[in-house]
């Protein structure tokens, strides 16, 4: 089920803000009590099998669903670097995908284990997966340049995307050097996260030499994600949690916050970071576009 593809270049996979399945327009009145119509985000729920087990229902805005089950499968630890994917069954009137692997697999006790966090749309992760993230070696030769973190910032802040078209959604985007790869959305930031980590156990993208950028807070989800894929640098322009930074040192990553035009904030992993641009030299932060609609979306 693996196809090695090719990552060179900007965006193997990009939002498709008109797509008009993961949007609508509705009608509504402003504070004035006019009539306004705007754009809101569709939100479904995904009920996830790992062969014959029911795994967990997700709510999605239904893009992916397939790269969704695998990464979430791979981030929950409960598919092994050597497990062979022979198939992935989606049926969009059911609502349901199947993940089907050569090995056997039961997971009912590891199902019992499951913790709520902080991530929106109720993300979980299991009790053991800590006993995984406590086993992950992060590369340290891994840098990042700032003038790379400088670009990618005008690059991702400004390619069109659902938050601009209707808001309340969250975006992540795996990147190399300065090259934003792959980007995916939804309305929790967990499911935007494991979008991406399917997209690379199928196309066996490696995770050494990637930067990981979200646009939600780095709380302790988005550290234990980012480390079980084994990306050493993660990117947010938003702040953080205490719990994530702490995880963040443990685990050797690189932590990096309100990264907002030339200016960011390091706490962990600050040494690979190479200082090769001054911050004088970098663009300001560019102007947001507007997202269309008369009503500001959330």
Known sequence: MRSRQAVTGQYVLKPDP???????????IDQNGETVETRVVTEKPLTLFLNRQEVVTMMTIGDHPDLLAVGYLKNQNML???D???????????????????RETDFE???KKKVRTSGCAQGTVFGDVMEGFETVSLPKEARLKTSWLYALSKTINTTPSLYLEAGAIHGCVLCKQDNALVYMEDVGRHNAVDKIAGWMVLNDVPAHDKIFYTTGRLTSEMVIKTVMMGIPILVSRSGFTAWGVELARQAGLTLIGRAKGKRFVALAGAERIE????????????????????????
Do not use: C, W
């Open 18 to 28: 008109l797509d008009p399945d993961l949007s609508t327009s509705v009608q509504g």
């Open 109 to 111: 006790e590891k199902l």
């Open 275 to 298: 200082f090769d641009m001054d911050p004088s030299q970098a663009s300001d932060e560019p102007d947001k576009i507007k997202r269309k609609g008369s009503v500001p979306a959330e």
């Open 80 to 82: 092994a670097d050597d």
């Open 84 to 102: 062979v994917i022979t198939e992935i069954e989606h049926d969009d009137d059911l609502e349901v995908v199947i993940v089907r692997t050569q």
